[in-house]
């Protein structure tokens, strides 16, 4: 008997689920709710690690192309204080540990991966019901539905397939990101592109700060950390480019004009991104023909996993199913009996990573990071 799939997701996740299940010659479909491939960008580099990551892509066959798209140099680590003043320099050591890519680009060649016709755009999902014998039937925006043998929730933090077998519901960590970019940075802003060099830039102290990245491009894009409750943020109307950048900026007052240039010079609105999390240790008992993963199962604060464990996930759950084709339930419980321990350790340490970084002795963990020989980043 054929098993079909349905993907709730074309995430990184997702999409790396819908690789290894077409190299077994298994049939999915890949369900997204935006319009197309390119209709926003997918966010900032990734640091893809060698045993979840990158064990992904080699799983999936395309370690080839994933090195073809790393961006060289951007291993490079600088901290600096609130003057704008370097405190420790790291160049980029020429490891494949964990070099930097862009994300779109690793979802890039995910999707040039897969057959023609596996992810369906514009499929905005609307509700998700069981129909017997393990099946279920998903029903989007546009009208159309589709049923399928199994149902996978790679739909990140706000899943709508999630609540098919569990009642936790994301809440907010406490921090949020605003992301800013610069364009043509070394001829437009060329204190900011030598503050920032050529790879990764912290300047932090206790509860904020901010991090930026050279890209590809000659681009340098920013993240600026922030602790503060959720309602702070809703004062601030996002919509009015100027105002929020100046309301975000004033909460670094006295800092290097260069630092704080990185939100007041930007060249596109600024994005809030309000980190929300489920619980640590966040599972579910088994129910026939559905799973998740990614942050569908195991949304947690930044700590450096999140894509890496997304993309595990998804070539696990893909090997697994091509592993049990007369059993599907064997299939899946394989695959959460793996994934569920892994997240909970993973989510334990990202609060740890960030406590790290942003608590009461910041910057000083960062620094004693990349002043040593540490190869792992945070």
């Known amino acids: ?82 003057r704008g003043r370097v405190v420790v320099d790291r160049p980029d050591d020429g490891s494949l540990a964990r070099p930097e890519t862009l994300r779109g680009d690793v979802r890039r060649i995910l999707l040039a991966s897969l057959p023609p016709g596996t992810v369906r755009w514009g499929k905005k999902l609307v509700s998700a019901t069981p129909v017997g014998d393990g099946r279920h039937e998903v029903s989007f925006a546009d009208g159309t539905s589709a049923v399928s043998d199994v149902l996978v929730g790679a739909d990140g933090v706000w899943s709508r397939v999630r609540a098919l077998l569990s009642d936790a519901r994301p809440v907010y960590s406490g921090m949020s990101y605003v992301d800013t970019y610069l364009h043509d940075v070394d001829a437009a802003h060329p204190h900011v ?63 290097a004009p260069e630092l704080l240039a ?16 489920l619980p640590d240790d966040h599972r579910w008992d088994r129910v026939p023909g559905v799973t998740l993963l990614g942050d569908a199962a195991h949304a947690t604060v930044p700590g450096g996993d999140g894509a890496n464990l997304a993309m595990l996930d998804g070539a696990e ?28 350790k993973a989510a334990a340490a990202a609060h740890r990573t960030i406590e790290f970084v942003f608590g009461a002795n910041a910057p000083a963990g960062v620094v004693s990071l990349f002043a040593g020989d540490e190869s792992t980043s945070a």
């Open 317 to 344: 759950l893909g090997t697994a199913i091509a592993a049990h084709p007369g059993d599907l339930e064997a299939a899946l419980d394989a695959y959460e009996s793996r994934m569920f321990p892994r997240s909970h």
């Open 193 to 255: 592109a030598d503050l920032v060099g050529n790879g990764a830039l912290y300047a932090l102290v206790p509860g904020k700060g901010f991090l930026a990245h050279r890209e590809a491009g000659d681009v340098v894009h920013t993240y600026v950390v922030l602790h503060r409750p959720a309602e702070w943020f809703d004062a601030i109307d996002f919509a009015d480019a100027p105002a929020a950048r100046a309301r975000v900026a004033a909460e670094f007052d006295g800092w």
């Open 1 to 82: 008997m054929t098993t079909s799939v349905s993907i709730i997701g074309a995430g990184l996740g997702g999409l790396t689920l819908a690789r290894i299940l077409h190299l077994h010659g298994v049939p999915a479909t890949v369900y997204e709710a935006e319009g197309s491939a390119g209709v926003r960008t997918q966010g900032g580099q990734l640091d893809l690690h060698e045993e979840d990551g990158q064990l992904a892509l080699e799983m999936a066959g395309l370690t080839e192309e994933y090195r073809s798209i790393i961006h060289r140099g951007g291993g490079a680590r600088r901290v600096v204080d609130e």
């Open 262 to 277: 990185l939100i007041t010079d930007g060249e596109s609105a600024p994005v809030l991104r309000s980190i929300h999390e």
